[in-house]
């Protein structure tokens, strides 16, 4: 299972502004990931700001847009099942260096939970759904206020040296 070895976060992010950017595309997958990125912001006591696009080749513009905008950390999700074309591939690499790029060039973290799947059915096991073996959806927003939070103590130690 891809998930072995993840670690267990415990994180407060009282005060943090974090927007979620989820696509619309495979609806099912989509309203368990939006859930499990809920359920985890609520455990970390952040109330996030939610923004839909089209699709995951959208969500790095609009991850730059909020990370530009104030967001202390971003969530994005989607999913790209494969296909019988190249599109799967396009997509997938343009979406996750699009997404690489907002984190590296803004310094506000990207959590990622962008679904790369060859079919609906690993998608829907990654979802956090009854029944799925994964909650990536969960495990990309508690990714994004755990990195929040140790860049807020870095930034801390460096301006007190």
């Known amino acids: 299972m891809s998930g072995a070895g993840a670690p267990a976060l415990t994180v407060d992010g009282t005060g943090l502004r974090v927007v979620v950017v989820a696509a619309q595309w495979h609806t099912q997958v989509m309203d368990g990931l939006l859930d499990g990125a809920a359920r985890a912001l609520a455990r970390a006591k952040v109330t996030p700001t939610v923004v839909r696009v089209p ?21 994005a999700l989607g999913v790209v099942v494969r296909g019988g074309t190249p599109h799967f591939d396009f997509v997938c ?69």
């Open 93 to 161: 690499q343009a979406a996750t260096a699009g997404l690489t790029d907002v984190a590296v060039t803004t310094g506000v973290p990207v959590g990622f939970g962008l679904l790369t799947t060859d079919d609906e059915a690993q998608a829907l096991d990654r979802a956090g759904l009854p029944g799925s073996a994964e909650d990536k959806g969960a495990e990309a927003a508690e990714a994004a206020v755990a990195t929040a939070l140790a860049l807020r103590r870095l930034r801390g130690a460096t301006s007190s040296a």
């Open 55 to 75: 699709g995951s080749f959208e969500l790095p513009v609009v991850a730059a847009a909020a990370a530009r905008g104030g967001a202390d950390a971003v969530v």
